[in-house]
């Protein structure tokens, strides 16, 4: 339940920022699935890596290959896909003593934050996906009457 109020709080600002602003939020369903695991900020950091590398992938077929419109997308996705199945092969990295879990936040968040970096820059999507998160976030609290997520 709760991640269907995420997706659907976090659907409803992007629209609302994309037609303010004009900036996307990473993906229409992005800021939903960001939001739930705010709390797990290596996870989060490592979605965002996850789609910056896959962005840079692209980058580089695309001396090599004509990439943009559904096809940019496609690609983005699937490469996204594989970038994230590869953080589930070795979930934990260890430091000393510390350890960190490199999960992605799913399969398709690092290609869609792939593609619309692609579309509008690093800066202004990430900014937009952390505010949205953020925001999605704090009205899924306010509407369970101040229990943080677990």
Do not use: C
Not at 22 to 47: E, M, S
Not at 129 to 150: K, Q, W
Request: hydrophobic share 60%; net charge positive; aromatic share 6%.
């Amino acid at each position: 339940m709760l991640l269907i109020e995420a997706v659907g709080i976090g659907m409803f600002l992007s629209l609302i920022l994309t037609e303010t602003i004009g900036l996307a939020a990473g993906g229409i369903v992005v800021p939903g699935y960001i939001a739930l695991v705010l709390h797990h900020p290596v996870q989060v950091i490592a979605t965002v890596l996850a789609g910056l590398v896959t962005y840079l992938i692209i980058k580089v077929l695309s001396s090599y290959i004509i990439i943009y419109g559904r096809r940019l997308l496609i690609i983005s996705i699937l490469m996204g896909y594989l970038i994230a199945y590869l953080t589930r092969i070795s979930p934990t990295l260890t430091m000393n003593d510390l350890s960190l879990n490199i999960q992605t936040v799913g399969f398709v968040i690092p290609g869609l934050i792939a593609y619309w970096i692609a579309r509008q820059g690093i800066l202004p999507t990430i900014a937009a996906m952390i505010i949205v998160s953020s925001l999605v976030r704090l009205i899924i609290i306010i509407i369970h009457n101040g229990i943080v997520l677990p």
